[in-house]
């Protein structure tokens, strides 16, 4: 039997059975909810209306959009396959863009791609070995379960998804949104609240000639991308540390070539107050990076999202984030680049329905692509989400 049902479009949660928007930070579900079925269809139409009504670059709107698909199967229930569950998410962007008008850095929406594509995304299966033990290999977003927080998913600046100071390096970046590469995955959860994750990914995803497609090359000094996280519950919070490494040659700013081209990163949310409906969560995160290779070596955001802000509407989120990034000796004396960049945001998300939210946002952009040469940048937009969920 076919079960048909509406649903929210919520904050990106590591674990969780609903898919949400890949990248902001919003990103792919984990583990199969049993009790919905062994089969479960997502599907997730977001769009928004975004422009920039000063500075930057020039004066522009435009109508971003993503189509999520995912199917998520749980192999034991429906094959026998003991501990075991697929995962297959294809996606589909208009390929508009705002951060040419803007001029930004750090990508001003989380659905912006630049490019018009309908492609597979993630293909994975996930295979628990003992308990708390699981392996999940294939195409893979890592973002998904590293770096990632369930507050700071509420946010449409990309840079409170993952930090620019990983998502801004590699040769097409890392296994990001929108270009996955094929992974490995283990992960251990000895305690409630603890976990040890690491992963083995191409160091290349995709093909960045040929951004439309999903291309599977392995080899051709790609090398891989090594990436380690702790997580730990401490006096109510919950703190992620990771490490990350390519393992190829790269160039630097310097005109030479070299290895070391990785980082670390620190971040962490908790709930600040609880009142029956309303709920105010902190968050923040500071992270580093090989300022020989990158553009960015510093990083630093942090952001409340406030729970049932307004009486009588439990389940609206009203957010105030901002983030600042440091850009690296090395690359301001090749570029004439100024100190850094830094995006502060305010949004509102309220559902309209059980399968409709909207959400507002406004950005003030200060020092965009950290160019002198650009003014400082103010962006409002306006988001919808429209989802539809099927269990057989």
């Given at each position: 039997?076919?079960?048909?049902?509406?649903?929210?479009?919520?904050?990106?949660?590591?674990?969780?059975?609903?898919?949400?928007?890949?990248?902001?930070?919003?990103?792919?579900?984990?583990?199969?909810?049993?009790?919905?079925?062994?089969?479960?269809?997502?599907?997730?139409?977001?769009?928004?209306?975004?422009?920039?009504?000063?500075?930057?670059?020039?004066?522009?709107?435009?109508?971003?959009?993503?189509?999520?698909?995912?199917?998520?199967?749980?192999?034991?229930?429906?094959?026998?396959?003991?501990?075991?569950?697929?995962?297959?998410?294809?996606?589909?962007?208009?390929?508009?863009?705002?951060?040419?008008?803007?001029?930004?850095?750090?990508?001003?929406?989380?659905?912006?791609?630049?490019?018009?594509?309908?492609?597979?995304?993630?293909?994975?299966?996930?295979?628990?070995?003992?308990?708390?033990?699981?392996?999940?290999?294939?195409?893979?977003?890592?973002?998904?379960?590293?770096?990632?927080?369930?507050?700071?998913?509420?946010?449409?600046?990309?840079?409170?998804?993952?930090?620019?100071?990983?998502?801004?390096?590699?040769?097409?970046?890392?296994?990001?949104?929108?270009?996955?590469?094929?992974?490995?995955?283990?992960?251990?959860?000895?305690?409630?609240?603890?976990?040890?994750r690491a992963a083995?990914?191409?160091?290349?995803?995709?093909?960045?000639?040929?951004?439309?497609?999903?291309?599977?090359?392995?080899?051709?000094?790609?090398?891989?991308?090594?990436?380690?996280?702790?997580?730990?519950?401490?006096?109510?919070?919950?703190?992620?540390?990771?490490?990350?490494?390519?393992?190829?040659?790269?160039?630097?700013?310097?005109?030479?070539?070299?290895?070391?081209?990785?980082?670390?990163?620190?971040?962490?949310?908790?709930?600040?107050?609880?009142?029956?409906?309303?709920?105010?969560?902190?968050?923040?995160?500071?992270?580093?990076?090989?300022?020989?290779?990158?553009?960015?070596?510093?990083?630093?955001?942090?952001?409340?999202?406030?729970?049932?802000?307004?009486?009588?509407?439990?389940?609206?989120?009203?957010?105030?984030?901002?983030?600042?990034?440091?850009?690296?000796?090395?690359?301001?004396?090749?570029?004439?680049?100024?100190?850094?960049?830094?995006?502060?945001?305010?949004?509102?998300?309220?559902?309209?329905?059980?399968?409709l939210t909207v959400?507002?946002?406004?950005?003030?952009?200060?020092?965009?692509?950290?160019?002198?040469?650009?003014?400082d940048a103010w962006?409002?937009?306006?988001?919808?989400?429209?989802?539809?969920?099927?269990?057989?």
């Amino acid at each position: 039997m076919v079960m048909v049902t509406p649903f929210l479009l919520l904050a990106a949660a590591a674990g969780d059975a609903m898919p949400t928007r890949p990248h902001s930070h919003i990103h792919a579900g984990g583990e199969i909810d049993k009790a919905q079925g062994p089969l479960l269809l997502d599907i997730t139409y977001t769009g928004e209306v975004m422009g920039n009504v000063a500075g930057g670059v020039k004066r522009r709107a435009r109508y971003l959009d993503n189509l999520d698909i995912v199917a998520e199967v749980d192999l034991e229930a429906l094959l026998g396959w003991r501990g075991a569950e697929a995962h297959v998410y294809g996606i589909y962007n208009n390929g508009a863009s705002i951060s040419n008008a803007v001029g930004d850095a750090h990508a001003v929406s989380n659905i912006e791609t630049g490019t018009r594509a309908f492609k597979l995304y993630e293909a994975w299966i996930d295979q628990m070995v003992a308990p708390g033990l699981s392996l999940r290999a294939g195409l893979y977003d890592l973002n998904s379960e590293f770096d990632s927080l369930d507050a700071a998913g509420l946010f449409v600046g990309s840079a409170h998804g993952i930090g620019s100071d990983i998502a801004l390096t590699g040769r097409n970046g890392p296994s990001l949104f929108p270009s996955t590469s094929l992974a490995a995955r283990v992960e251990w959860r000895p305690a409630k609240g603890w976990a040890v994750r690491a992963a083995v990914l191409d160091g290349v995803p995709g093909d960045p000639d040929h951004p439309a497609r999903t291309v599977i090359k392995l080899g051709q000094g790609d090398g891989a991308l090594l990436i380690g996280e702790l997580e730990a519950p401490l006096a109510g919070a919950r703190l992620l540390l990771g490490h990350w490494r390519y393992t190829a040659t790269f160039d630097g700013w310097d005109g030479g070539r070299g290895r070391g081209n990785g980082g670390v990163y620190l971040r962490g949310e908790m709930p600040l107050m609880t009142d029956g409906d309303t709920q105010i969560d902190g968050f923040f995160r500071l992270g580093t990076s090989n300022g020989r290779f990158n553009m960015f070596d510093r990083f630093a955001s942090m952001g409340v999202k406030w729970t049932g802000a307004l009486a009588g509407r439990p389940e609206d989120e009203l957010g105030l984030a901002v983030i600042t990034a440091t850009t690296s000796t090395e690359y301001r004396r090749n570029s004439g680049a100024g100190r850094s960049e830094s995006v502060a945001e305010v949004t509102y998300r309220t559902p309209l329905s059980p399968w409709l939210t909207v959400q507002p946002n406004m950005q003030y952009v200060r020092n965009p692509a950290a160019d002198p040469s650009i003014r400082d940048a103010w962006v409002v937009g306006l988001r919808f989400a429209i989802g539809l969920r099927l269990i057989d």
